[in-house]
């Protein structure tokens, strides 16, 4: 970091356009982020915060607005699109004219960000502004959904790391959630059981080359994974179902069958021996239940979902003043004392703010409310 910081900016991937049609897609995690943070980092700080964020609605603060957006795909020759969103994302420098265009809104700041692009950490870099990345953890069946925080500078990541979770910690959570399976479980896995997860279609980690790439693109290699197991179990992703992608996937491997059963039961049980996904996050939590883990995206491994790697998982110490009392004070931003500061933990508190469990639900909060139905 080389510039004087005088402001602290929220943001993260601001051109990243929804399927349907070109509109924002990250506004409302950005915002929801600067929210959750305000306080600690104001206490902290001092400083003045502010957002940096796509929204088609003025009234939310937007500092971009889609025909900005739009410019900006068109100086790059693509066409303003979901499918042209991967080249965006990849780029290590956008035309002079789009970065003259947005470093005004980030010079003399530190960025706090939601899922920082590779585009914008060239930019900030080129700035020398600094940046620290918050991202969902892959890891997401503890009691409430964590973060992987990174930033760049060694002294940084130092700061962040003596908040980390601890591996063994994990472990015990996993321990405790495979009992689960102990209860009530009719339909079993077979022994020696592989389960293969898809993914949705339009998502980060699962750009190659510049282009988003399916299963069906590695049928082949998913078939030499599963020959050292007895069966395949086929789960596709509840909100955006593959149904040509796992035909094939039925058609091409040997004792496979599709399932709907939760994951985190299908991980618990010991016949499920092996998990294998394009990049998905399930990989990456299968080796907390004692799983073989397989990512079959060419080079993907648990940190590539980051754009910034060696990062920490860290739980709601991320709220707290003095977490970011030590990781900005770390990256030379004038700080206050710390004060020990914390609120309690409380369950679920992001997961519900989200409205994202990635079915931990079904086997945590879902069954109270159930009893409370009968």
Known sequence: MTNRVER??????????????????????????????????????GLPREIVHWDNNWLNGSRLDQGTVEAIYRSLWLEPNINSWPSVFDATALPDSVE??????????????FELPPYLLAILRRLGVGFVDCSLSPIRFLDDI?????????????????????????????????????????????????????????DKVVISNGKFVSAYDYIDAFKEISADYQHVLIKEHPLEPQPNVRDQLLKNL????????????????????????LSSSCVAEARYFG???????????ESSSQSISGGSNIDDAVIMPDFWRDVLGAAGVTTSAKDGLR?????????????????FNQIDTDIPVEWARK
């Open 146 to 202: 964590v973060f992987t925080v990174a930033g760049e500078a060694e002294h940084v990541s130092a700061a962040i790391k003596r908040y980390e979770v601890l591996e063994d910690y994990v472990k015990l959570h996993a321990g405790v959630l495979a009992s689960n399976v102990a209860k009530a479980n009719p339909n079993p896995p077979r022994p020696n059981t592989l389960l293969l997860i898809l993914q949705t279609v339009y």
């Open 343 to 359: 609120i309690p933990t409380k369950p679920n508190r992001f997961r519900q703010q989200l409205r994202a469990a990635w079915g």
């Open 100 to 113: 003259s265009l947005l470093a005004p809104l980030f010079e003399n700041s530190f960025v706090i960000g």
């Open 291 to 301: 799983k073989t883990g397989h990512y079959v995206l060419p080079g993907f491994t």
């Open 8 to 45: 602290i900016v929220f943001t993260g991937d601001f051109l990243r356009p929804s399927v349907g049609e070109f509109r924002p897609t990250q506004h409302e995690n950005i915002a929801w982020l600067a929210r959750v943070l305000d306080a600690p980092v104001g206490m902290a700080t």
């Open 254 to 277: 040997k004792a496979a069958s599709v399932t709907e059963e939760n994951f985190y039961r299908l991980v618990g049980h010991q016949n499920v021996t092996g998990v294998a996904a």
